[in-house]
C-alpha cells in the first residue's frame, strides 16, 4: 500500500469509528432505550455525528485525497475504489454549507413534529408549511451539488448513487403503462379470496422463531449478528462482522412479523456478505439504496413469498401455530399472495406496492421542479390513486400524510424501494439461470448456492462497484420493468387466472 | 453562570458525549453484540476514548479551567464543584504521560490473556509475570501522582477519592481483630445448617420478575432505565435518566439473579438520584466506589436479607417459585444467611466477606510498597485464608487467580467494595434513627422514605461532594468499624444463638 492510501486510511478509520458507534447509539435509542435517555441520547448521537462530520470535511482530508489521488493506483483496485467513494463523500459533504446542514436540520426537527400532529388529527394544513420548507431547503441542497439536468437528478443520487432522474422516470413509466390495467384485472379477480387465514392468533414466540429459523436457514449468520424488536423494523451494522436485524411482532397478524424478519435478513445478509478487506472502511456498505431492497425483496418475496418455499416450510409452520391445523397449503399460500389496492404502501402487496412508489416519485419530482405546490398535495395524491388503484383514501391521514420520509427532509429516497424490487427480479432470474434447478433447491430449503451467487455477484463489492456496474456484470442487462412485469404476470396470472 | 463556567462547560460537555457514548458500547458489548462484532468493537471504544481523553487532556481545557478557577464562586456552588472535580480529573489526565497509559493498555491486555488461561489451567507461572508487570506500571503511576505518604494513597485515590491507605489500615485492623474470632464461632455453629433449599429449581422468568418487583418497589425507575442479562453483573449509566442493570439468572440457584438484581438496583438508584441539575456533567457519577457500594450492599443485604423484607415477600416468593411450597419462613430466611467459609470471593455472605477484601487489600499494599513478592503470592494467599477463614483454597485457581481486577490492572479497587459494607451500616443506623420505623416499613414494604432519606443524604450530590463528607453530614460520624461489628453481631448472633 502507497504511503498517501496508508495516511488517507489512517485518518478515515477514526471518523468511521465514531458514525459506527452513533449506529450503535441509534440502535439501542429504537430497541431498548428507556424514555428517560431520550434527550442526553439525542445529545450523544449529535455530538458523535459532529465530530465525524467536522474530521471528514477538513483540509486534513482534503489534502490526504490530492495526496492519493496521485498515487499510481490500479483502477480496478480496492484502494482505487476508496479514494473515488472518499472523494464522492467528500465532495457532498463540503459543498453542503453549515447554515445549510443546520437549517436542515432545524427544519426536519419541527417537521416531524408537525407530521406527527398532523397525521394524528388528520390535517395536511399543519403540516403543509413544514413540507414547503423541507422542499425549499432541498432545492437549496440540489443547487450546491452538481447534476446532469434537473434538481432531482442531485437528490436522487444521494440514495441511488448513479441512477438520473430521466432513467428512472423511463423505467417507472413502462411499469405504469403495463402495471395500471394488470392490477385493475388482479384486484378484480381476486376479491372474492379472502386472506383472513393470516389474522388469526399467531404466538409470538413461534413467530420469532420461525422468522429466525428461515432467516438462519437462508444464511444469516446469528453469530455475526442479532435480532430484536423494534416499533418500525430496520437494519443496521456496526461492522461487516456485527449487523443488527429489528423486526416488530402483531400477535394477530403472521406477515409483518415473519415477511419484515425475511426482509431485514436480507438486509442483513448483505451486509454481511461484503468483502472483509473492506471491513473498517466506507467501502462496506451497500453500494445503494435500491440494491440494498433488492436483497431485501429477493429474500422476502421471490423466496419467501414462492410456492416452492412453502411446500418445504408448510410442515413446520403447521407445526408451529395450531392456528393453520385447518388450513391447506393451498389456502395459506393465495392468502399470502393476496392482491388488493390498499391506500397504505407498507401494507402493500408485491404488485400494487410499485403504483405507491411511482406515486410518490411524480410529487417529489413536481415539488422539486416547481410544478406541483404543496397545497395541491391531498387532491393530487387522491386523484392519482383513483387513476392508478382505483381507490381514494378516506383521509389524508392514510394518504398523502402516511409516510415520515418528507418530514426527515427526505425527498430522492423513495424510487429506490421500486428499484430494488426490478432488480431483485432482474438478479433472481440471472441465479435461476445460473444455478440451473434454483426453484427445486428452494423447494427443499437449501439456499446456500442462491446466497453465494449473491454474494459473489452482489453482497462481496460493498461500494467498490456501482448499482449499475453490479446489475451489469451479473445480468448482462441495464435496469429494466420487462422482467419483473413478466414475473408478476406469471405468477398472479396462475395464481387468479389471468392469461 | 460567569462566561467562564459556561465556555468551561460547552468545552466538556461534548467529551462527556464522548464518554457516554462509549459507555454504550460497552454495554451493548456485555449484553447483545454478537461475537462477530468483538474486534471492531474494541477499535470503536478506543477511538471514542481517545478522543475524549485528547480533548480533555488538552491546553484548551487548562486555559478554560484556569479561567473558571479566576472566577468568583460561591464555594458551595455547583459550579465551584465543577471546577472543583475538573481540576482534579484533568491533573489525573495530563500527569500520566502518554507512554505509560499506552504501556498499561498493552500490559493488561496480555494480562487479561494470561490470567484466563492461568486460571483454567491453575498454574500461577503464566500469570505470575504479567502481575508483576501491571505492579510495576501501577508503582510507576502512582509515582506520577502527588500523595499524603506511600504510592499505595494514590492508588486507592483513583477509586475512593480522598482517603489514605492508613485510614483504611486502621479502620480493616479493627475489623480483622473482631471478625476472625466472630467468624469462627458463626462458622462452628453453622456447621450443621443447610442452605440447600437455595439451589433447588427456580424457573429464570420468574426469578426475572420477582427481582424486578422487588428493584421497581425499592424505587429504581423503569421510565428511567432498564435491566437486560449478562455474564458478570453490572450498573452502568448513559445518563441520569438512562441507567442499565445487568444481572444473570442460574436456574437452580435463587441468590445470584435476586440479590444481584437487588444489588444493581442498588447501583442504578445511587444514578438516579443525583440530581438533574448535574445532569451532562462529570459531577452526575458516584462521589467514590464505596460510596457506590455502599448504596448496593444496603439494598441487596441490610434491607434484602432482612427478616422484615422477608415477613413482607416471603408469600410472594412462595407464589411464584412451586420449590419453595414445603419450605417455612423461618427455614428461607436462615438459608439466605447462611455463614460458611468458602474460598471464593464472590460467593461470601455478608459475614465472611470483609476478610476476603482485607486480605487482597494486605496483598496489595505489600506488592505496592515492595515487602511481598509476587511469585510468594500464593502461599501467603493461602496461609492468610488460614489463619482468617480456617480453610485453604484446593487450588491457586480458586484462590490468587479467581478475581479478574488485577489483570485489568486494578490495584486499590478491593478495599473499596469492604468500604462499602462499612459505611452501609453506618448510613442505614442513621436511617432508622431518623424515620423511625424503618424495619415496620421494610415489613409492610414500604421502602420509600428510606429511598428519600437516601436521595437526600447521598444520592442527589453526585460528584459535588467528597464520601467523608457525606457520611460526616449524614451521620455525624467519620468511617468506622464498629457499627458494622455490632450489625454482624446481633444479627448473626441471635440467628446462630451466640451471644
Same mark, same amino acid.
Request: proline content about 4%.
Given at each position: 500500500m502507497s504511503d498517501a492510501i496508508a495516511a488517507l486510511r489512517a485518518h478515515l478509520a477514526p471518523i468511521h469509528d465514531l458514525n459506527m458507534a452513533a449506529a450503535v447509539l441509534e440502535w439501542d435509542q429504537e430497541t431498548y432505550m428507556p424514555d428517560g435517555g431520550a434527550e442526553a441520547r439525542a445529545r450523544q448521537v449529535t455530538t458523535l455525528r459532529r465530530l465525524a462530520h467536522e474530521q471528514f470535511a477538513s483540509d486534513d482530508t482534503a489534502t490526504l485525497l490530492d495526496a492519493a489521488e496521485r498515487a499510481d493506483l490500479d483502477a480496478s483496485s480496492t484502494d482505487a475504489a476508496l479514494v473515488r467513494v472518499t472523494r464522492r463523500d467528500f465532495t457532498q459533504a463540503v459543498k453542503l454549507p453549515t447554515r445549510l446542514v443546520a437549517e436542515m436540520a432545524e427544519a426536519v426537527s419541527h417537521a416531524k413534529r408537525a407530521w406527527q400532529e398532523a397525521r394524528a388529527t388528520d390535517t395536511f394544513a399543519t403540516f403543509a408549511p413544514h413540507l414547503q420548507r423541507v422542499v425549499d431547503l432541498n432545492?437549496?441542497?440540489?443547487?450546491?451539488?452538481?447534476?446532469? =439536468? @434537473?434538481?432531482? %437528478? +442531485?437528490l436522487l443520487d444521494l440514495y441511488e448513487p448513479g441512477m438520473t432522474t430521466a432513467e428512472v422516470a423511463t423505467v417507472f413509466a413502462d411499469v405504469r403503462t403495463h402495471l395500471v390495467p394488470l392490477v385493475h384485472d388482479l384486484t378484480a379477480a381476486a376479491a372474492s379470496a379472502d386472506a383472513s387465514v393470516l389474522h388469526r392468533h399467531y404466538a409470538p414466540d413461534a413467530q420469532w422463531r420461525f422468522g429466525l429459523e428461515v432467516a438462519e436457514a437462508f444464511g444469516f449468520d446469528m453469530t455475526r449478528g442479532r435480532q430484536d424488536r423494534s416499533a418500525h423494523p430496520f437494519t443496521t451494522n456496526f461492522a461487516v462482522d456485527d449487523v443488527r436485524l429489528t423486526t416488530r411482532i402483531d400477535p394477530?397478524?403472521?406477515?409483518?412479523?415473519?415477511?419484515?424478519?425475511?426482509?431485514?435478513?436480507?438486509?442483513?445478509?448483505? =451486509? @454481511?456478505?461484503? %468483502? +472483509?478487506?473492506?471491513?473498517?472502511?466506507?467501502?462496506?456498505?451497500?453500494?445503494?439504496?435500491?440494491?440494498?431492497e433488492s436483497?431485501?425483496?429477493?429474500?422476502?418475496?421471490?423466496v419467501g413469498r414462492s410456492r416452492p418455499f412453502w411446500n418445504h416450510y408448510w410442515p413446520r409452520a403447521q407445526a408451529l401455530f395450531p392456528s393453520l391445523a385447518d388450513v391447506e397449503l393451498d389456502a395459506f399460500y393465495r392468502a399470502l399472495n393476496h392482491v388488493a389496492a390498499s391506500p397504505i404502501r407498507v401494507e402493500a402487496d408485491e404488485v400494487t406496492y410499485n403504483l405507491h412508489i411511482m406515486l410518490r416519485f411524480e410529487i417529489e419530482q413536481g415539488l422539486i421542479g416547481g410544478t406541483m405546490a404543496v397545497d395541491d398535495l391531498p387532491a393530487i395524491w387522491n386523484d392519482r390513486m383513483e387513476s392508478y388503484l382505483g381507490i381514494r383514501p378516506e383521509s389524508d391521514a392514510n394518504g398523502v400524510l402516511q409516510d415520515i420520509h418528507w418530514s426527515l427532509?427526505?425527498?430522492?429516497?423513495?424510487?429506490?424501494?421500486?428499484?430494488g424490487n426490478l432488480m431483485s427480479v432482474q438478479l433472481f432470474n440471472q441465479a435461476r439461470t445460473?444455478?440451473?434447478?434454483?426453484?427445486?433447491?428452494?423447494?427443499?430449503?437449501?439456499?446456500?448456492?442462491?446466497?453465494?451467487?449473491?454474494r459473489t455477484k452482489v453482497h462481496c463489492y460493498g461500494r467498490t462497484r456501482s448499482a449499475a456496474e453490479i446489475l451489469h456484470d451479473a445480468t448482462g442487462q441495464t435496469l429494466q420493468a420487462q422482467p419483473w412485469l413478466d414475473y408478476i404476470r406469471q405468477k398472479y396470472g396462475a395464481l387468479y387466472g389471468i392469461a
Open positions: 432545492i437549496e441542497q440540489a443547487e450546491c451539488y452538481d447534476y446532469p =439536468e @434537473q434538481p432531482y %437528478d +442531485a394477530q397478524f403472521f406477515s409483518p412479523g415473519f415477511f419484515g424478519t425475511l426482509h431485514e435478513a436480507g438486509h442483513g445478509m448483505y =451486509e @454481511q456478505g461484503i %468483502d +472483509a478487506a473492506l471491513s473498517g472502511t466506507r467501502l462496506a456498505a451497500g453500494t445503494s439504496l435500491g440494491v440494498h436483497q431485501s425483496r429477493l429474500w422476502e418475496n421471490l427532509g427526505a425527498i430522492g429516497y423513495f424510487p429506490t424501494y421500486a428499484l445460473d444455478l440451473g434447478d434454483l426453484d427445486a433447491q428452494i423447494g427443499r430449503g437449501a439456499f446456500g448456492a442462491l446466497l453465494e451467487w449473491l
